[in-house]
Each structure stands twice: as C-alpha cells, then as structure tokens.
C-alpha cells in the first residue's frame, strides 16, 4: 500500500540533544513537507522540499534542520538550538509540479517530549 | 491578525444533527479551499476541497465558500459518532501545493454525543 510512514510515533528526548525524525513515502511524491502541531497553534510548516537535494525553510524553521538525499525521504532533526521541541510532528507530501494538485498526504505523526 | 481564523470549540452535538463549522480569512489570495479531519494521534486527512463561491456536496458534507465575505463552511448532516475528531481548514494561493504552502486553521474539535 501506497503511503507516508513516520517513525517513531513516540520519542522522548533529554534536553540538550539532537534527535532525527524519519519520514518515507512511497508515493513517488516530488514535495515532502514537515509541519508542527502545537494546542491552538495548527500546523506550522517548518521546512519543505520541491525536489531532491533541495528544501527551504518554512514559517518556523530555526532549530531544525533537513535533508533530502532521496526523493522517498526527507528525516527531520530536532536539534538543541530549539528551545520548546515537545510537540506533535507531522510530514507531508504532494505530487508537486505544475500539474493540478491540491492534496497533501500526511504521515501519523511522531509525538516528541523533552523529558 | 491571523491569516486564517477557525473556532477551536470544543464542539459538542448529538447524533443526527447538523453541523457547522467555519473558518474566516483575511488573505484575498486564498482562492482554494480545503477540510482536513484529523481523529486524535493521527495525521490529518483530506475531505474536501473547492476553489468557487458557492456549495459543494459529498455524501453528509457540504463545503461552501463566501469568497465576498473570506468565510468558508463545512456542513455535516445525519452526524455520526464516527465524525467525532478535530476538523482543520487550509487555504492555498493556487492549484498547485507543490509550489504554495497551505496555510492551516487552528482546528474545530468536534464530539458527536451518541
């Protein structure tokens, strides 16, 4: 079956470390998204990527970094310079490209706490 | 100002009735319009989209567009407990998400009441 897996669904990190946040799709989707789901905030995008080897920064991209070496991957890490990390974090993907396209397909979330 | 505004409830309605829920925008660039549902520690799934005045109709929801007056609705009839989860609405300057990132409401949390 066709899909985004996000993993883990739960992770607790101490303060002061990195953590990665794997996102796969086997969409063959060219965009990948990663949004931040904060109580009363929504979802706040933190980076994307159009294509591969390629991303830019989102609304609230500070503290975060990305990669996109694969066009099925696009991993997250949370690193220590983000001062409130405890959130749900969901990744995305679309089609992309100039043809009609407005559904993104969103993974399960991983649910991150400082501990 | 936000962007977009969107009631986050909690809503709490019996089975069977109607249900509205709505989202304000200030953006005149909006000119698509999407309902996401998310049930609780899932991702949030597409329901709907439109991108004209006016209604649209999918089984028990109707998404509908006042794009005079930058409010969108999503009706849902005959609610089921099942409808119970929290419902986003997104926004997007055109067709195409690839190159426009959505831009989200906060959400409506909705509880059906068998």
């Known amino acids: 079956d066709g899909g985004i897996t996000q993993s883990p669904k739960y992770l607790f990190r101490k303060e002061g470390q990195n953590v990665t946040l794997s996102c796969e799709q086997n969409l063959n989707h060219d965009a990948m998204y990663w949004y931040r789901q904060d109580p009363g905030q929504g979802l706040r995008l933190i980076y994307y990527?159009?294509?591969?080897?390629?991303?830019q920064k989102g609304d609230i991209a500070e503290g975060y970094s990305v990669s996109r070496e694969k066009k099925e991957s696009f991993p997250l890490t949370v690193t220590s310079a983000q001062k409130n990390p405890t959130a749900f974090y969901l990744c995305?993907?679309?089609?992309?490209?100039?043809?009609?396209?407005?559904?993104?397909?969103f993974g399960q979330g991983t649910r991150l706490t400082v501990v | 100002q936000k962007e977009v505004e969107q009631d986050p409830g909690p809503l709490s309605v019996p089975e069977g009735a109607i249900v509205s829920l709505n989202c304000t925008y200030s953006n005149s660039a909006f000119q698509y319009f999407m309902w996401y549902r998310q049930y609780s520690r899932k991702g949030p799934e597409l329901l709907m989209y439109?991108?004209?005045?006016g209604n649209k109709e999918d089984g028990r929801f109707t998404a509908q567009v006042d794009k005079s007056s930058k409010y969108i609705s999503l009706f849902i009839r005959d609610s089921q407990p099942s409808d119970s989860a929290t419902y986003l609405c997104?926004?997007?300057?055109?067709?195409?998400?690839?190159?426009?990132?959505?831009?989200f409401g906060t959400g409506t949390r909705l509880t059906i009441i068998p």
């Open positions: 995305a993907s679309s089609s992309g490209g100039r043809q009609f396209n407005t559904e993104a397909f």
């Open positions: 439109t991108y004209s005045s």
């Open positions: 990527s159009q294509i591969v080897n390629d991303f």
């Open positions: 997104a926004m997007n300057p055109s067709l195409n998400f690839g190159n426009e990132k959505l831009t």
